[in-house]
Structure formats: C-alpha cells, structure tokens
Nanobody, 115 residues
Framework: QVLLVESGGGLVQPGGSLRLSCAAS????????MNWVRQVPGKGLEWISD????????YYADHVKGRFTISRDNTKNTLSLQMDSLKPEDTAVYYC????????WGQGTQVTVSS
C-alpha cells in the first residue's frame, strides 16, 4: 500500500518560514520523481516544485523560485519543502505527489500565511 504522509504545515506570519515533510512508503521511492502541488480552496491545483529521483535536478514554479527549496533523502524515503519569505498568497493545502504523472498523493497539509 502506497502511503504519502505530509507534515509541517501551520499558521505563519508573512515573511516567515515553514518546512514541510513527506514520509513515503509502499513503493520504490528512489525510483520516482517527487512533486509538491498546492491547492487554494475554490481554485485548481498548482504545481510548485519537483525533484528528480536522485535528487540532482530540481525545478520550481516562477512565483516560488528563490523562496522555496525542495529536497529528498532516499535513505529515509522522505521529501521536504523549505518555504521561506512566505506570502499570504502561499496559503493553500500542500500535497506531496509521486511520479511525473502524479501517480500517488498524500492527504495534504494546510499552510496559512496571515498576520
């Protein structure tokens, strides 16, 4: 059974930081690219970032580039997203997603950026 479990969300003030984590199990984690995708209530899904299976190549949406950093630890089957300089428009549910075709999803973690 594939499981992706996100953690680390919460309430943070504008300009603050959060670090999201995703614990993966039930599949060959090191063989899959991994993504972070977010959704604002009432709006569509938005791809934020992805990292290649070996962690060497990372990609970001323009509006988070320079503020967010994706990383993975294939020895621990974990994916992370360091989010700095957070803005109110970063408020969303953040999902950990496995594979280039978004094969498997976590349950999501809420991030709220507000003063």
């Amino acid at each position: 059974q594939v499981l992706l479990v996100e953690s680390g969300g919460g309430l943070v003030q504008p300009g603050g930081s959060l670090r999201l984590s995703c614990a993966a199990s039930g599949f060959s984690f090191s063989s899959y690219a991994m993504n972070w995708v977010r959704q604002v209530p009432g709006k569509g899904l938005e791809w934020i970032s992805d990292v290649g299976s070996d962690g060497e190549n990372t990609y970001y949406a323009d509006h988070v580039k320079g503020r967010f950093t994706i990383s993975r630890d294939n020895t621990k089957n974990t994916l992370s997203l360091q989010m700095d300089s957070l803005k109110p428009e970063d408020t969303a549910v953040y999902y950990c997603v496995a594979g280039f075709e978004w094969d498997w999803w976590g349950q999501g973690t809420q991030v709220t950026v507000s003063s």
